[in-house]
């Protein structure tokens, strides 16, 4: 059991232990500080947790910083990844016009990579993704 004890008021972090599944979902915009702490809460429940998948609800944090999503899929999620010791996969649910707005926004990873993530306008098919890729975390 993962207690909700990395949950703040900017970030509400759920664990599935069904499916072995972090869902955060972001609540408001966040300063760069908030930001840092809320993925090193996140950090903190995976570690906790064992959970290998993760879905991001990205929507209502409209403020965005230097360190998303570049800093978040380059360096963060990979160096989450070592210190796991396991495949990671992460879904993104962001706002179409946030994702469309972006020439460098973060798309699907090889397959081969222990770090895969997509990014979705869709809550569906993030799940739909992430459930795909269960079988391959456990």
């Not at 993962?2 to 869902?23: E, Q």
């Not at 230097?66 to 963060?76: A, C, D, G, I």
Request: proline content about 7%.
């Amino acid at each position: 059991m993962c207690p909700n004890l990395y949950s703040t008021d900017y970030l509400d972090v759920n664990f599935r232990a069904d499916l072995g599944l972090l869902l955060g979902r972001w609540l408001r915009a966040v300063s760069e500080a908030e930001l840092l702490a809320g993925y090193d809460n996140l950090r903190r429940a995976t570690l906790h947790c064992g959970a290998t998948s993760w879905f991001i609800d990205s929507r209502r944090r409209t403020s965005h910083s230097h360190y998303s999503p570049e800093w978040v899929t380059t360096t963060f999620l990979p160096r989450l990844q070592r210190e796991l010791g396991r495949p990671l996969f992460v879904s993104f649910l962001m706002l179409p016009d946030y994702l469309s707005s972006r020439v460098d926004a973060p798309g699907s990873c090889p397959s081969t990579s222990p770090v895969q993530f997509a990014c979705f306008l869709d809550e569906g098919a993030a799940h739909a993704w992430l459930k795909a890729r269960l079988p391959l975390a456990a």
